[in-house]
């Protein structure tokens, strides 16, 4: 196999490749850019939602945020409401298509939390609140 040619270091690539959580913003817009129907941990039906940041700040636009929505159990369905409501949609019945969300955008404050706390695997992690 011929050698490939790459523009970094495996080291400079290792610390690239590490989570490094977006700063808090206060009313950043966000468009709807994927769905995904996936199960959480437990085995429970969710959708995930990626979400873009659409901002002048170049450092901040093009990033991505995921939003989990339950779809059965605990957290239904609170996280489908919040994004449901953010973007100005509600569904008929009892279901919902998914492209209805696709590009659609809304305003959201980006903070931070700490995961895991005083665990070997603590991480600071974005929340998102949906105005």
Not at 10 to 15: N, P, R, S, Y
Not at 19 to 32: G, M
Not at 49 to 57: A, E, G, K, N, R
Request: aromatic share 6%; charged share 25%.
């Amino acid at each position: 196999m011929p050698l490939v040619e790459l523009p970094s270091t495996h080291e400079d690539a290792e610390e690239q490749a590490k989570f490094k959580p977006l700063p808090i913003v206060e009313a950043v817009d966000l468009q709807v850019s994927g769905i995904k129907l996936t199960k959480s941990k437990a085995g429970e039906s969710m959708l995930k939602f990626s979400l873009t940041v659409l901002h002048t700040d170049e450092e901040l636009n093009g990033k991505k945020l995921s939003h989990y929505a339950m779809l059965e159990g605990e957290g239904y369905p609170f996280g489908l409401i919040e994004i449901s409501h953010a973007i100005g949609y509600a569904w008929e019945g009892k279901s919902l298509n998914t492209d209805d969300f696709m590009h659609q955008t809304c305003v959201a404050d980006i903070g931070q939390e700490v995961q895991n706390e005083g665990e070997p695997n603590e991480r600071i992690v974005n929340t998102i609140r949906f105005q």
